[in-house]
């Protein structure tokens, strides 16, 4: 029986990788847990409202994406729409080409990671510098981010040491502090030499067209302060109703994501930097995104896209602990991957359509997740829609069940079975060479089989 | 572009058009976030202070202490917003180079950049900066140091009442801390890409 493709990546996961992820991983999870129940009478209430004002906005798409883009507008920046990943790279290539710009700072937003800004930018001719540590280090390795919130949670000081030496950042030095302070010098005089910061958006309020921003760095402040043209990069599904219930979005982000009340850096951004600012961008550009989501929300898994990006179901979920995040092949890793990868792949949907598999459906996630997204569930309808569409990869591993099926919706085939397995109280079970069935009866006794006496017992019943 | 935004708008017409009725807004009670652990305050200066000491921030409520700070740390070349400089200048000895101009050719020769906060957050040890407030973005962000001064009565108690008066600004930042990482090995840095060391002084 052939395995599943995430068996087989972890398989060849060195041990101690294992067990690095498997640590940091809990210890978030954990500390996380502690925060929000110390911290708040009614936790699981809040996500649950949170859950119902991000399912709220994307039922009502339709005309909040038509007054954030008025509102963006008025407040003085350029609103741009992107159908596709294509049109999303090509939509910030036209950007950078009509200013003259060839060096953009980016900060860390994984849409940029789902159109392959990067490496599209590079080859017309653009330096795309990634400055979150994580994404840097990425991005020198020609690596892929493993965790959506930690994306290097896959390596260690010492294979980063190395990078930094091999890509002239100082000699082979693995103190944590020394990394740190020498991208830190490296990357301020990036910024201030970029044409352009790109960032993502955590949410965009739709009542004032502010865009929020959170990171624990200040890369995205840098890349707002030095740069002379910011664009935002966002999904369609990033927004919020109104200002006010970012008050309870910020309280769950940061304490799912890294187990802290708030990030350090929580910026609110609503166009190009005022009159008086001697620093920051004179120009604004907004791009909305869109690469599958309107096809997600046809789906019957559009809850999905409430999801906020904290991570918090991969520090939890006992398969993302085993196997790490390259295992799911997609940029989106752990259940929220499992469920949202393969729906986004679109027309490649069989290529994925195994990761909805890779769980246990323990529901972990689902009772960690901010905005309470029911992902066991999502992951049946996927399964559900794997078999209804034949994909092949998510069958692997998978135990031929016809004989069953057929034995099993056949009432006459069934009586008879059942009938026929009275056979066994008549087998010498001790005797039989499957060693671990012989240790199981050593400790054990196997109770009679009484095949058939319940169907009996219930009808005998109906009659009296 | 604008075919592309006919299309994303027809497609989540198309994809809503179904549904038989739709989720609606939940109103919901601003004291479902208030942490239960914070007794309210009545001098939220102390709670602001303390709860900024857990985020390994620099609470200060004198000039003359932020002057001993920076000696302490041999932070001694410096920026100050203008406005500012006249209510700070007599309380620096002449050890100190302060500029009140930032030159963002020379970002690395400032140790310290002093700039207004437009308002704190006490539940959390937040300070508010905003673009109209702050002198130079680069200044506030770029130096070692960052002094954010503070008037008491800039103080809210939590999250929810500095969203109800968030001013018209394009650029608000609320700062909680210093600059930090734990992207290698899960180990804390303090002072990745901003300041290593966040001051709130009190005047």
């Known amino acids: 029986m052939a395995k599943q493709l995430i068996d087989q990546f972890a398989a060849t996961l060195p041990a101690d990788k294992r067990a690095s992820v498997y640590q940091s991983t809990k210890s978030t999870h954990e500390k996380r847990t502690k925060m929000l129940f110390d911290q708040f009478a009614e936790p699981n209430r809040l996500r649950a409202l949170a859950g119902e004002i991000k399912q709220h906005v994307l039922e009502h798409l339709d005309t909040l994406l038509p007054a954030v883009e008025a509102k963006l507008q008025a407040n003085g920046a350029r609103v741009h729409w992107a159908a596709t990943a294509e049109a999303a790279c090509t939509a910030v290539l036209r950007i950078m080409q009509a200013r003259g710009a060839t060096k953009m700072v980016k900060a860390k937003t994984m849409v940029s990671e789902e159109i392959a800004l990067a490496p599209f930018l590079e080859k017309h001719g653009i330096e795309a510098l990634e400055t979150d540590l994580g994404e840097f280090i990425v991005q020198i390795d020609h690596d892929h981010p493993s965790h959506i919130v930690r994306p290097i949670i896959h390596k260690n000081r010492r294979e980063i040491a190395t990078s930094f030496e091999r890509h002239g950042l100082g000699a082979y030095n693995d103190d944590p502090q020394t990394i740190t302070r020498r991208a830190r010098q490296f990357l301020r005089q990036k910024y201030l030499q970029a044409d352009v910061g790109l960032t993502g958006a955590n949410f965009v309020s739709a009542e004032s067209g502010r865009i929020v921003l959170v990171t624990n760095e200040g890369n995205s402040r840098f890349s707002l302060a030095a740069p002379p043209c910011h664009i935002v990069l966002v999904g369609i599904e990033k927004l919020v109703p109104r200002d006010r219930d970012l008050g309870l979005l910020l309280n769950l982000l940061a304490r799912s994501a890294t187990a802290q009340q708030l990030t350090v850096y929580t910026e609110f951004i609503s166009g190009p930097k005022s009159a008086a600012q001697p620093d920051g961008p004179e120009e604004m550009h907004v791009i909305f995104v869109d690469n599958g989501r309107t096809e997600v929300l046809a789906s019957e898994c559009r809850e999905i896209l409430r999801c906020i990006r904290c991570g918090a179901c991969m520090n939890v979920c006992p398969v993302y602990r085993q196997v790490s995040g390259h295992a799911y092949r997609s940029v989106y890793p752990g259940p929220v991957g499992a469920v949202l990868s393969p729906l986004l792949a679109g027309k490649k949907f069989p290529e994925l359509a195994d990761l909805p598999k890779a769980s246990s459906l323990c529901g972990a996630c689902h009772e960690v997740c901010p905005v309470n997204i029911p992902i066991p569930d999502l992951l049946l309808r996927l399964r559900d829609k794997a078999k209804r569409e034949g994909a092949r990869r998510a069958a692997a591993g998978t135990p031929p069940m016809g004989a069953w099926a057929l034995l099993a919706s056949q009432p006459a085939a069934w009586k008879a079975a059942l009938f026929g397995s009275k056979i066994i109280n008549y087998l010498p079970t001790k005797l039989l060479p499957v060693p671990p069935l012989r240790a199981w009866e050593d400790t054990r006794a196997l109770p009679e089989m009484r095949g058939g006496e319940f169907r009996k017992w219930m009808k005998g019943r109906k009659k009296s | ?203």
């Open chain 2, 1 to 203: 572009m604008s075919s592309d935004r006919d299309t994303i708008l027809a497609r989540v017409h198309g994809a809503l058009a179904p549904l038989a009725e739709r989720a609606p807004l939940p109103e919901w009670d601003l004291e479902l976030v208030h942490m239960r652990t914070i007794q309210p305050a009545t001098d939220l200066w102390a709670l602001f202070a303390e709860r900024l000491k857990l985020v390994n921030g620099t609470p200060l409520s004198a000039v003359a202490d932020l002057v001993a700070l920076l000696e302490q740390g041999r932070w001694r070349r410096g920026y100050c917003d203008p406005a500012l400089w006249p209510q700070f200048k007599d309380a620096f000895p002449a050890i100190f180079t302060v500029e009140t101009a930032f030159d963002r050719t020379r970002v690395d020769d400032y140790d310290f950049g002093i700039t207004a906060a437009t308002g704190a957050i006490a539940e959390t040890g937040t300070l508010v900066l905003t673009d109209q407030g702050t002198s130079s973005r680069l200044a506030a962000l770029a130096p070692w140091v960052h002094v954010a001064v503070l008037r008491r009565e800039q103080i809210h108690a939590d999250i929810s009442a500095a969203l109800a008066v968030m001013p018209a600004d394009p650029n608000i930042v609320w700062v909680t801390g210093p600059s930090k990482t734990a992207d290698v090995e899960g180990i804390l840095i303090e002072g990745v890409h901003g300041p290593g060391v966040q001051v709130a002084l009190l005047v």
